[in-house]
């Protein structure tokens, strides 16, 4: 499996997942219910995805709350097809693909001033397979590498949402095998796992790494 340049096996992946933050999984991915639901990408954003996303670790405050839930009323979610997947928005085949989540995303971080994580947790809870979850710390491990594919595109802003698609493709056969041993658990909260998206399961064995690795 790789993670930007880092690689890693099966079994360092397996145990990544499983020192992840469990009630942030718990409780932002799957809203406290065990057995899990496969989430779902949807439209609406309701006052309950808020304590979703005090569970996950980004503050919040009334003010921007109030912020966020107008944001949603007047974002133009469906320039952005619920079923896209990150792995398959190639910005080098559709770049007006990219142009829409691009402007979706720059609808809540700066023209409604949320910033970056309340931004991304808002679009991952309505897009699960396509908006990947960035930390600072994250932001700071694919900035190399968000810089050198943004040359190929002629951009002067870094693609990080490129450089976890890439990962992607590159995973496809890792992440298939991980999710069937994980599904094959007889651990609950592995079987839980199982259940998230490509996009999540990535983000979180990526920021349990950079964690690990800054310890």
């Given at each position: 499996?790789?993670i930007?340049r ?7 992946a397996?145990?990544?997942l ?5 009630d942030?999984?718990i409780?932002f991915?799957f809203?406290?219910i065990?057995?899990?639901?496969d989430p ?8 309950a995805?808020?304590?979703r996303?005090?569970a996950l670790?980004?503050?919040?405050d ?27 928005a190639?910005?080098?085949v559709?770049p007006?693909l990219?142009?829409?989540i691009?402007?979706?995303y ?25 908006v ?8 700071v ?6 810089s ?5 595109f002629?951009?002067?802003t870094p ?10 493709v ?6 298939t ?7 094959a ?9 199982s ?6 399961l990535?983000c ?11 310890v």
């Amino acid at each position: 499996m790789r993670i930007g340049r880092t690689r890693l096996d099966e079994s360092e992946a397996w145990l990544l997942l499983h020192v992840y933050r469990q009630d942030a999984v718990i409780y932002f991915d799957f809203a406290g219910i065990l057995p899990a639901l496969d989430p779902q990408p949807n439209d609406v954003l309701t006052l309950a995805d808020f304590g979703r996303i005090l569970a996950l670790g980004v503050e919040l405050d009334g003010d921007r709350v109030s912020r966020a839930l107008i944001a949603a009323v007047s974002a133009n979610w469906g320039g952005v097809p619920q079923h896209v997947r990150l792995r398959d928005a190639d910005p080098s085949v559709d770049p007006g693909l990219l142009d829409q989540i691009t402007e979706l995303y720059t609808h809540f971080r700066y023209r409604y001033g949320l910033g970056a994580p309340l931004a991304l947790a808002i679009l991952h809870l309505r897009r699960p397979h396509l908006v990947p979850l960035f930390t600072d710390a994250l932001f700071v491990f694919y900035t190399p590498l968000a810089s050198e594919i943004a040359r190929e595109f002629n951009s002067s802003t870094p693609m990080f949402w490129e450089s976890i698609r890439r990962d992607l493709v590159f995973n496809r056969d890792e992440l298939t095998r991980l999710r069937v041993r994980l599904r094959a658990d007889p651990d609950e909260y592995s079987r839980a796992l199982s259940r998230l998206s490509d996009v999540r399961l990535h983000c979180i064995i990526a920021q349990q790494m950079v964690d690990s690795s800054s310890v």
